[in-house]
């Protein structure tokens, strides 16, 4: 069974601060995807990477997935209050549906 | 169009009741995603379908869960009897095709009381 961990399980920080957040597995996916799930809604997903090494960037958060395809981190610059949510990896293989993360919650006070 | 429509938004029931969750996928989504999610256990995939087939309902706790696709646009989940345990937020996502982006929709809150 594929399992990812995420970290950390909680996180609380000011307005304008930057922050990253990890997900980790010991399973090689063939994609992992990052979705952000705000109070009351689904996931909705931010990014898919594919490549190992990849860098993407959407406006502050910058996604990278690890050279062995096993992690994966989002980095959020000056993080504002509309990030606040519970952030989701999720990791694909062929074949195989997602499997998701257990979830960083985001708390970004103004 | 409208994305992902689930009903009801909030369901609360007394143990043992039955419970039916509804679900409308995006049109033209072959894939259909039962996923339940709690603080404990996350998000879990309970059961999907590709073309009204079910494919995986390996995640499906107990015979106490059920779904069904009778057709393109619409699907149930059905718990039947319902206890206190199942008290989660079940979601329903669709995709146009398999790995690929999953839509959600906004989730029923259900509490077995």
């Known amino acids: 069974t594929q399992l990812l961990e995420q970290s950390p399980q909680f996180l609380s920080i000011q307005e304008g601060e930057n922050l990253t957040v990890y997900c980790n597995s010991s399973?090689?996916?063939?994609?992992l995807q990052w979705y952000r799930q705000e109070p009351g809604e689904g996931p909705v997903l931010l990014v898919t990477?594919?490549?190992?090494?990849e860098v993407k960037k959407l406006k502050r958060l910058t996604f990278q997935f690890g050279d062995a395809r096993k992690d994966s981190s989002l980095h959020i610059t000056a993080a504002q209050p509309g990030d606040t949510g519970l952030y989701l990896c999720a990791g694909g293989s062929y074949g195989q549906n997602f499997v998701f993360g257990p979830g960083t919650r985001l708390s970004v006070l103004p | 169009d409208a994305g992902v429509i689930q009903s009801p938004r909030h369901e609360v029931t007394e143990m043992g009741q039955e419970v039916t969750l509804r679900c409308k996928p995006i049109?033209?989504?072959?894939?259909l995603f039962w996923y339940r999610q709690t603080m404990m256990r996350g998000l879990e995939l309970l059961i999907y379908f590709n073309n009204n087939v079910p494919i995986d309902d390996s995640g499906m706790p107990e015979d106490r869960f059920s779904a069904k696709m009778p057709n393109a646009s619409f699907s149930t989940l059905k718990i039947q009897p319902s206890e206190p345990r199942d008290s989660a937020v079940y979601f329903c996502?669709?995709?146009?095709?398999?790995?690929?982006?999953?839509?959600f929709g906004s989730g029923t809150q259900l509490s077995v009381l």
């Open positions: 399973s090689v996916f063939s994609s």
């Open positions: 996502a669709s995709s146009g095709f398999p790995n690929e982006k999953l839509f």
């Open positions: 990477v594919v490549t190992g090494g």
């Open positions: 049109s033209g989504h072959d894939y």
